[in-house]
């Protein structure tokens, strides 16, 4: 079955310090992966995908296909990077159905 | 543009009855998503409208159905509500071509 797990439902680090979001995927295809992040009070938003080898707002997220993870990574944390962070995938030939995980809460603390 | 709006914001309904929502696109989209997110958990994909027709479904009973309207707009239907339906119904829009969905903002309902 295809899915995503997000082991932390809850994440807590200081300003400054190094952030890693853990999300490992099951499908055996090669599917396009994002993250997604939702501030409070704001709707669900897209902050990178896999394709774009971007990094926005600091993150940066690469796709291991061997470990089949897709970890979202920032050096240094800041107190506006808390958040509900969610990891997604779409399956290649679907039509675009996005499997999400449970999202881990992020707070930086001051 | 406003983009992808919901409407109702929230909504209270008892056991069995009806509800619809609704959803606009962002200006451009032509594809429509809806997804159900209950407390604590990730949104779950219930299915997708393209050219008025349901295009893919997820695993969600026949009480869930939708429409998609010739201007992209988009409807939920859900009939015979259990309480277990109460959730955050959020809707997604994006271009045909493109795999980056846009978010509203959600409909919050809740069954009594």
């Known amino acids: 079955a295809q899915r995503v797990t997000q082991p932390e439902k809850l994440l807590s680090v200081f300003k400054g310090a190094p952030v890693e979001l853990k999300c490992n995927y099951s499908?055996?295809?090669?599917?396009?992966l994002f993250w997604y992040v939702q501030y409070s009070r704001q709707r669900l938003q897209l902050l990178l995908r896999?394709?774009s080898r971007e990094s926005i707002k600091g993150f940066t997220a690469d796709l291991n296909k061997g470990e089949t993870s897709f970890h979202l990574k920032k050096p240094f944390a800041q107190e506006e990077d808390s958040a509900m962070y969610y990891c997604?995938?779409?399956?290649?030939?679907?039509?675009?159905?996005?499997?999400f995980g449970s999202g881990t809460q992020l707070t930086v603390l001051p | 543009d406003a983009g992808v709006t919901q409407s109702p914001t929230h909504l209270i309904k008892t056991r069995g009855q009806q509800v619809t929502l609704r959803c606009s696109p962002k200006?451009?989209?032509?594809?429509v998503s809806w997804y159900q997110q209950a407390l604590g958990q990730g949104p779950q994909f219930i299915f997708q409208?393209?050219?008025?027709?349901?295009?893919q479904r997820g695993n969600f009973p026949d009480r869930f159905s939708g429409h998609q309207f010739p201007n992209y707009s988009s409807e939920l239907n859900v009939n015979a509500l259990w309480l277990g339906d109460s959730a955050l119904y959020l809707c997604?829009?994006?271009?045909?071509?493109?795999?980056?969905?846009?978010f509203g903002p959600g409909t919050r309902l809740t069954v009594l």
């Open positions: 997604a829009s994006s271009p045909d071509t493109f795999n980056e969905q846009f």
């Open positions: 499908y055996s295809g090669s599917p396009e």
């Open positions: 896999h394709i």
């Open positions: 997604a995938f779409i399956s290649s030939g679907s039509a675009r159905q996005l499997t």
């Open positions: 200006s451009g989209h032509d594809t």
């Open positions: 409208y393209y050219e008025e027709e349901e295009r």
